[in-house]
């Protein structure tokens, strides 16, 4: 069975920096996605950025220019640096990881889902 251990977030003021971290363990994946998602009371999970196992990176165009994912494929982790945040940022914030090359932008599409880390952005 999969596990998704996120680490890192917690509260900033606006203009500000986090990073957040996700250590999947028992990944038997020879390819895999790695994305974040975030999700705010009472919305669905949005798409956030993603990273393929070769490295392929993707963007929602909300957080583009200002957040940055990375990937160590040897120690199975994924980081989500996150710069200039705004006050809308704030939400939890979820990693994910299916199989497979192609980045899919739904939720319902992933299988294995960290617990979750709260980011709040002052104003």
């Known amino acids: 069975q999969v596990r998704l251990v996120q680490s890192g977030g917690g509260l900033v003021q606006a203009g500000g920096s986090l990073r957040l971290s996700c250590t999947a363990s028992d990944l038997t994946f020879s390819t895999y996605i790695m994305t974040w998602f975030r999700q705010a009371p009472g919305r669905q999970r949005e798409f956030v950025a993603a990273?393929?196992?070769?490295?392929?990176?993707r963007y929602a165009d909300s957080v583009k220019d200002r957040f940055t994912v990375s990937g160590d494929n040897a120690k199975l982790t994924v980081l989500l640096q996150m710069d200039n945040l705004k006050p809308e940022d704030t939400t939890v914030y979820y990693c994910?990881?299916?199989?497979?090359?192609?980045?899919?932008?739904?939720?319902?599409?992933?299988?294995?889902w960290g617990q979750g880390t709260q980011v709040s952005v002052s104003s």
């Open positions: 990273i393929s196992s070769g490295g392929t990176t």
């Open positions: 994910a990881v299916r199989s497979g090359t192609i980045v899919v932008f739904v939720a319902s599409a992933y299988d294995y």
